[in-house]
């Protein structure tokens, strides 16, 4: 089953029950500004991170490589997927945590770690893409390259100005429109 968007589920996501399931967490992470690493790195201010930049911490291969050199942050999208499945998403990371599936779990662990800053995120939009994408809609309406223009209908009437809008003015040079008689 398709996973629910982040987004909607941070919308109704507590952040005390978070930081109840976070204790699962502190085994290997400190949450505190300044606090230490442990097995895994500190991870105040974890979201909008660089993923593997943490100073101090010696990252695995396989989240380095994830990291794309700093590109990669932790996004709300990212920390949802690799909390679910850390070594699904992460290949070859060092995290041994098998992850929370439930969904209201992540949500509330996540609205946990968001508060873990002295400026936390501004939440994504419920039913917003969390990827910030053009919608699949919107691409497929564009026509293909080389695509010839759309045509009517057969039997399609002509489209017809909007109430109170001003006729259309013919491009310079071209010869005016005849007038239509309208229809009996």
Not at 13 to 23: H, V
Request: hydrophobic share 40%; proline share 11%.
């Amino acid at each position: 089953a398709e996973a629910k968007p982040i987004a909607d589920l941070l919308a109704t996501a507590n952040a005390e029950t978070g930081a109840a399931i976070f204790k699962k967490c502190q085994a290997c992470h400190s949450g505190e500004k300044g606090g230490p690493n442990k097995v895994g790195p500190d991870l105040w201010d974890i979201i909008d991170r660089p993923v593997a930049e943490h100073e101090g911490f010696a990252y695995s291969a396989g989240m380095k490589d994830f990291s794309k050199g700093g590109a990669e942050k932790w996004t709300y999208d990212n920390l949802n997927h690799f909390i679910n499945a850390p070594k699904k998403f992460v290949k070859g990371t060092a995290m041994g945590f098998a992850g929370l599936p439930k969904d209201e779990d992540r949500a509330n662990v996540i609205a946990y770690l968001r508060t873990l800053s002295d400026n936390p995120k501004p939440l994504p939009q419920p039913g917003a893409s969390a990827e910030a994408k053009p919608a699949e809609g919107f691409a497929a309406a564009k026509p293909a390259a080389g695509a010839a223009p759309a045509k009517p209908a057969a039997g399609a009437a002509p489209a017809k100005p909007a109430e109170g809008a001003a006729p259309a003015k013919p491009a310079e040079g071209a010869a005016p429109a005849k007038p239509v008689a309208p229809a009996q």
